[in-house]
C-alpha cells in the first residue's frame, strides 16, 4: 500500500512559479517510477511529468521548459517546479504512483490532489 501526501498548490498570476510536493508513506523500499498528473474541468486527466528508470525524468509537451520534477531522498519527497504559468495550467495536480510500486503497472495510488489556478 502506497500513501500519496501532497502539499503546495494555489494561485499566481500569468508568468508566475509554483512548486509541488509529494511524498510517499509506503513498505516499499523504493518507488521507481512516479508521476504527476493534473486534470482540468472538462478536461481528460494529462500526465505532465514522472520519472522512469529507462528514461530519466520526461515531460509532456505542454510542460517541457517550464516544469521540472525533481526530488530529494534525504526528505523522501517528490517536487514539481513549475515556472512561467499560463492560464491554461489551471488544474488540480495530482502526484501517482504504480500498483505495487513497479514501473510498467498502471498508477493506482494518487494524492489527494492539489488546486492549481492561473489568472491572465
Known amino acids: 500500500q502506497v500513501y500519496l501526501e501532497e502539499s503546495g498548490g494555489g494561485s499566481v498570476q500569468t508568468g508566475g512559479s509554483l512548486t509541488l510536493s509529494c511524498k510517499p508513506y509506503?513498505?516499499?523500499?523504493?518507488?521507481?517510477?512516479m508521476a504527476w498528473f493534473r486534470q482540468a474541468p472538462g478536461k481528460e486527466r494529462e500526465e505532465v511529468a514522472g520519472?522512469?528508470?529507462?528514461?530519466?525524468?520526461y515531460y509532456a509537451d505542454s510542460v517541457k521548459g517550464r516544469f521540472i520534477f525533481s526530488q530529494d531522498n534525504e526528505v523522501n519527497t517528490l517536487y514539481l517546479q513549475m515556472n512561467d504559468l499560463k492560464p491554461e495550467d489551471t488544474a488540480v495536480y495530482y502526484c501517482?504512483?504504480?500498483?505495487?510500486?513497479?514501473?510498467?503497472?498502471?498508477?493506482?495510488?494518487w494524492g489527494q490532489g492539489t488546486q492549481v489556478t492561473v489568472s491572465s
Open positions: 509506503t513498505y516499499f523500499y523504493t518507488i521507481d517510477c
Open positions: 520519472k522512469h528508470p529507462d528514461v530519466g525524468r
Open positions: 501517482a504512483a504504480p500498483d505495487r510500486g513497479l514501473c510498467g503497472n498502471q498508477f493506482t495510488y
